[in-house]
């Protein structure tokens, strides 16, 4: 028996909070447009916002299907030397032996990981993510969003697929259309009708060549999802296919660059009916065409929280606001000494706390403890422990309080504590809330964030969310 | 568990205590210096009297030579305590226990905190290196989370407490206006600080204890041998110390509504003392006010109401100067500010001179022939605490 390759379970995170567009002419006068962008939290970063875009892949994957590789891509990586995908990797808390790789540096990497895995062998995690920056008033900051997309890629041998991959292919080309040096937050480009005419001739030459080795026509394809970060060009060449082009997300998320492929299949995946024939064209430096058609398991193998879904439940960011989040306006902190840089050895022996959000449970007493705790607070043995993951568990708002004296990012804290169904209590920091909506008695779930950064090293832990829809 | 307590077997025979400030001009010597003076020369003694030093300071220095230096002990034992915001009542145990155990004829407890150097608002804590993942939430609102909880557990009205715990501050501003030693001479009105922003919660900047420098000592002597320094000593008939397990940010049948590790003292504390009916007993009490609901659930407690009840005591003027059991009648952290190592010390200097009738006339409580006085400090948080509690008298039993 022939073994195809394709998709075994996928997810995606786009943030809750949303850059209204029209926001930014008001204050500024110029820039902004039409509908909203989405925008990472003060405490997001492509590698939080790939965790969570991962954690929705895997969270109904039976562990007989846990990735035995994970590539994380992005052109906003939180460290360069050190790589990120260990993050996400502990965050998952997949097995050492399971290698952790970036691929990044520029948006191409992204597509290109995911036909590396589609192509590829064994089961192969690809977590893509982008964080869009542009100066204020550009085209950039307003057609830019930020989210992440995960797709776990394997054969009908590990499982059933949820899309299978049919073939595709690629044309390369160099041309200045876009660029960054290292180091700048945000992009320059080249005059848009100079991009627009190279990309012509590479978008037919893939096009054809993905026809030719999947032996499909147009009429073959249900919908071609076309993206890419030159707009213009995207809009001109996708509806020369001769094949119906899936919405871009660009009124409600808009173009999360690297993330934006996989988020578009994403999102196509979460309502394509069985059978249905995909094409995922993507310009970057060149055209890649994938073509992939879904499965009868595709209904029951879909996220938990939907593309739309998470589209539709937002909350709404002010532009000076959004502009202190991305470090485009220095406001004043709390007069508060900074918080300090964690401790590389601490966090090393406590990277299941810290990145996976993993507590004790005495198996004498059955008392939860977060963080995990030698000695237990029922009495009993030191060290009758066994691990209690909980990161995937919801809980409720015992109490809360709001902090207005205390450091942040972005003040003022929002603080509860939360009791987590079937034991366990934790006092933690809530993200993703306006003050007003919080209550006794409200559910929340954990989420993976950037508390802060001190001396250059990103302090990643949990924070707990509404839960929403 | 055995706690047997030294009931009368050691005595306080000088006190000292530095106005709390913002002391711009006074390092933290010159407050050792200062309060060390005061208390020698209470006590009718000089340095190389004291057979042995403890020193309470939670983040301004280090070891016993911080203090051995200042004051020039030569060939002292000197050790330096430190157990949170009970740093100042922790090194009176210790020097109680050295003279009750009889290594040594007489100790002084010094605490002292020199917190307006740091150039931010408020107590800043020594950066121990961690994993990252500790809560960094200020101490205000970690004590703001008893507001909603007790107004939901007794079916109070949020916004009636929220004035109950305005009438304490009231109350412990009008204290401390009457006390030349306090940082917070004028009196506010509950009302007034009602209309404050919240900062935390529902509490206001006078809903927190002040930041301020200061210090402030004792010496103890064997209780047989008071009378040598004194007419007057206050004998200490209790020493109580519980630091609590932190269950209360892992269980979730904690409810914030008591600070458990509070009552253990006092209960410890009682039993000590010999004490059976401490709202009848007590002349005064000097408590933890590091933030209003903190003294409204101490209340309760420390026995002094029944659960569920202080905020009506609060509100009826019983903890009032003129009150049934007047609470903090030097003003409290409200008045005083809060230099860590200080404080505990501080409430013991204000029983020093209550029992002993040597408080101010306008503040001065009428005793009605009782001789004791309930001193409780606290560290830490609701959840994860430690409380210390102590009695004093001017008579042994």
């Keep these: ?224 999802i076309v993206t890419g970060l030159h707009g213009r060009a995207v809009k001109r060449l996708g509806g020369r296919l001769g094949v119906a082009v899936a919405d871009d997300l ?81 406001v004043q902190p709390p007069n508060r000494p900074a918080p300090n840089r964690p401790s590389a050895s601490a966090s090393l022996r406590r990277s299941d706390w810290k990145h996976g959000f993993v507590g004790s449970r005495d198996t004498t007493t059955g008392i939860t403890h977060l963080p995990p705790s ?45 009791d987590f169904d079937g034991g366990g209590r934790m006092p933690v920091e809530l993200t993703d809330v306006d003050p007003a909506e919080v209550a006794v008695g409200g559910r929340v779930a954990m989420t993976f964030r950037r508390l802060h950064t001190a001396d250059g090293i990103h302090n990643y832990f949990w924070k707990a969310r509404p839960v929403r829809g | 568990m055995a706690s047997h307590g030294i009931r009368d077997r050691v005595a306080i025979v000088g006190m000292g205590c530095t106005p709390f400030r913002e002391h711009w001009d006074k390092s933290l010597d010159d407050l050792l210096i200062d309060a060390a003076g005061l208390t020698y020369e ?45 740093t100042g009542s922790e090194a009176l145990r210790q020097a109680c226990y050295a003279v009750a155990s009889g290594a040594y004829d007489s100790a002084m407890a010094i605490g002292a905190e020199k917190v307006k150097d740091g150039g931010y608002q408020g107590l800043n804590a020594f950066p121990i290196p961690t994993d990252g993942t500790g809560r960094t939430l200020t101490a205000a609102a970690m004590f703001s989370l008893i507001i909603p909880a007790y107004a939901e557990r007794y079916g109070v009205d949020e916004d009636e407490l929220r004035r109950v715990v ?118 005064l009490a000097e408590v933890h006010d590091c933030f209003t609901p903190t003294e409204l659930v101490l209340m309760e407690d420390l026995g002094f109401s029944e659960p569920g009840t202080a905020w009506r005591d609060v509100l009826d003027g019983t903890f009032d100067l003129d009150g049934d059991l007047p609470v903090n009648t030097d003003g409290g952290l409200k008045s005083f500010g809060h230099p860590v190592g200080a404080s505990g010390l501080r409430m013991h200097y204000e029983a020093w001179i209550q029992l002993r009738d040597q408080a101010p006339e306008e503040r001065r409580v009428n005793l009605r022939g009782r001789t004791k006085a309930l001193i409780h400090n606290l560290g830490g948080y609701p959840g994860e605490m430690l409380s210390f509690v102590g009695i004093v008298g001017t008579e042994l039993d």
């Design chain 2, 166 to 283: 305005a009438r304490i501050a009231e109350k412990n501003h009008y204290n401390g206006a009457r006390n030349p030693l306090a940082q917070f001479r004028r009196e506010t009105s509950a009302e007034a600080i009602c209309e404050m922003p919240a900062i935390a919660g529902r509490l206001s900047v006078f809903d927190c204890a002040g930041v301020a420098d200061g210090a402030a000592a004792a010496i103890v002597v064997r209780a047989e041998d008071a009378h040598r320094y004194t007419d007057r000593p206050l004998y200490v008939k209790a020493l109580a110390l519980v630091a609590g397990d932190g269950s209360g940010l892992v269980d979730p049948d904690y409810d914030f509504t008591t600070l458990p590790e509070c009552a253990a003292a006092a209960t410890d504390a009682y039993a000590q003392a010999g004490i059976t009916d401490p709202r009848a007993e007590l002349a």
């Design chain 1, 1 to 224: 028996m022939t073994e195809t390759r394709g998709i075994l379970a996928y997810g995606a995170h786009v943030p809750y909070r949303r850059l209204d567009r029209a926001a930014i002419s008001d204050v500024m006068g110029s820039g902004g447009g039409r509908g909203w962008r989405a925008v990472a939290s003060f405490d997001q970063d492509t590698t939080t916002m790939g965790v969570e875009a991962a954690r929705q892949a895997l969270a109904g994957v039976s562990s007989d299907l846990a990735p035995d590789a994970l590539w994380f891509s992005t052109v906003a990586p939180a460290y360069v030397d050190k790589t990120n995908a260990t993050t996400v990797h502990a965050a998952l808390r997949l097995d050492a032996a399971v290698p952790a790789l970036d691929l990044g540096g520029a948006v191409r990497s992204a597509v290109g990981a995911l036909r590396a895995a589609l192509t590829g062998s064994g089961r192969t995690l690809v977590v893509a993510a982008d964080l869009r920056v542009g100066l204020p008033t550009s085209a950039d900051e307003s057609a830019g969003g930020d989210a992440a997309a995960a797709i776990l890629t394997g054969s009908s041998a590990d499982g059933p697929l949820l899309a299978e991959y049919l073939g595709g292919a690629s044309a390369t080309a160099e041309f200045l259309d876009r660029w960054r040096t290292p180091g700048d937050a945000t992009s320059r480009t080249w005059e848009e009708r100079f991009g627009e005419q190279a990309y012509g001739p590479l978008v037919d030459q893939a096009w054809t060549a993905a026809l030719a080795d999947t032996g499909l026509t147009a009429d073959d394809i249900d919908s071609a």
């Design chain 1, 250 to 330: 660009a009124g409600t998320v808009g173009n999360s660059g690297a993330a934006h492929p996989a988020l578009l299949l994403a999102d196509t995946l979460d309502t394509a009916d069985a059978g249905q024939v995909v094409a995922l064209v993507v310009l970057a430096d060149g055209v890649e065409v994938l073509i992939l058609r879904t499965t009868d398991a595709l209904a029951a193998g879909r996220p938990s929280r939907s593309v739309a879904a998470q589209v539709e439940h937002r909350a709404d960011v002010t532009y000076p606001t959004y502009l202190a989040w991305r470090g485009l306006l220095e």
């Design chain 2, 42 to 86: 209470s006590a009718g003694v000089t340095k190389d009297d004291v057979d042995a030093y403890w020193f309470g300071t939670s983040q301004s220095a280090a070891s016993g030579i911080a203090l051995a230096t200042p004051l020039r002990l030569s060939g002292k034992p000197v050790t330096r305590v430190e157990n949170y915001c009970a």
């Design chain 1, 374 to 418: 030698r000695v237990g607070i029922g009495g009993g043995a030191v060290d009758d422990m066994e691990p209690a993951p909980m990161a995937d568990t919801e809980g409720t708002i015992a109490t809360f309080t709001v902090d207005r004296l205390a450091y942040s990012p972005s003040p003022p804290i929002v603080f509860a504590v939360v």
